[in-house]
Antibody, heavy 119, light 109 residues
Framework: EVQLVQSGAEVKKPGESLKISCKGS????????IGWVRQMPGKGLEWMGI????????RYSPSFQGQVTISADKSINTAYLEWSSLTASDTAMYYC????????????WGQGTLVTVSS | SYVLTQPPSVSVAPGKTASIPCAGY??????VHWYQQKPGQAPVLVIF???DRPSGIPERFSGSNSANTATLTISRVEAGDEADYYC????????????FGGGTQLTVL
């Protein structure tokens, strides 16, 4: 069974750093892209970026370029989404999802990680 | 970036047919995928490559795509179909850039 298991909910203060994770199992981790999707409270899905764990090729949405860092450690089948300095507007649910690549669907989704940034 | 436009809401009576459009420039030349998201849950793929259904998705779910509009159709709507639905495609002008529609809330009356 394919699974993407994300790290638990986080509560942070503005200015703090954060790295959340997404661990894949049940499939060949290095041959699927992993994408990250933001969902702000009561809002829709926003694509943030994507990484190919096989060679760490990474692409960012222009809206998120420079705001977050996407990485992966293929030795432990885990992808990451990282912030160096959080703001209140980063408060959202974050999902990871896997895909074979461009033109293909996001086949499987993680359960989501809720990030709350508040002073 | 590629823009996909969906109506914010669609309402339908039980047993009737719901149609959810997704508009985008020349979307008919792209592969469109649809996701269902129920409150408090992660999205689930319900239609891929315009009209294919993953295993486990009822035949009542179907899709089409032509010109500038893709459409998700749900026949014989049930109360359990009440959810948010999102279309998704890839921006072919920018390799590996994905786009989601704004989402449509389906209400079963």
């Amino acid at each position: 069974e394919v699974q993407l298991v994300q790290s638990g909910a986080e509560v942070k203060k503005p200015g703090e750093s954060l790295k959340i994770s997404c661990k894949g199992s049940g499939y060949s981790f290095t041959t699927y892209w992993i994408g990250w999707v933001r969902q702000m409270p009561g809002k829709g899905l926003e694509w943030m970026g994507i990484i190919y764990p096989g060679d760490s090729d990474t692409r960012y949405s222009p809206s998120f370029q420079g705001q977050v860092t996407i990485s992966a450690d293929k030795s432990i089948n885990t992808a990451y989404l990282e912030w160096s300095s959080l703001t209140a507007s980063d408060t959202a649910m974050y999902y990871c999802a896997n895909t074979r690549g461009a033109a293909r669907p996001f086949d499987n989704w993680g359960q989501g990680t809720l990030v709350t940034v508040s002073s | 970036s590629y823009v996909l436009t969906q109506p914010p809401s669609v309402s339908v009576a039980p047993g009737k047919t719901a149609s959810i459009p997704c508009a985008g420039y020349n979307i008919g030349s792209k592969s469109v995928h649809w996701y269902q998201q129920k409150p408090g849950q992660a999205p689930v793929l319900v239609i891929f490559y315009d009209s294919d259904r993953p295993s486990g998705i009822p035949e009542r779910f179907s899709g089409s795509n032509s010109a500038n509009t893709a459409t998700l159709t749900i026949s014989r709507v049930e109360a359990g179909d009440e959810a948010d639905y999102y279309c998704q495609a890839w921006d072919s002008s920018s390799d590996h850039y994905a786009a989601f529609g704004g989402g449509t809330q389906l209400t079963v009356l």
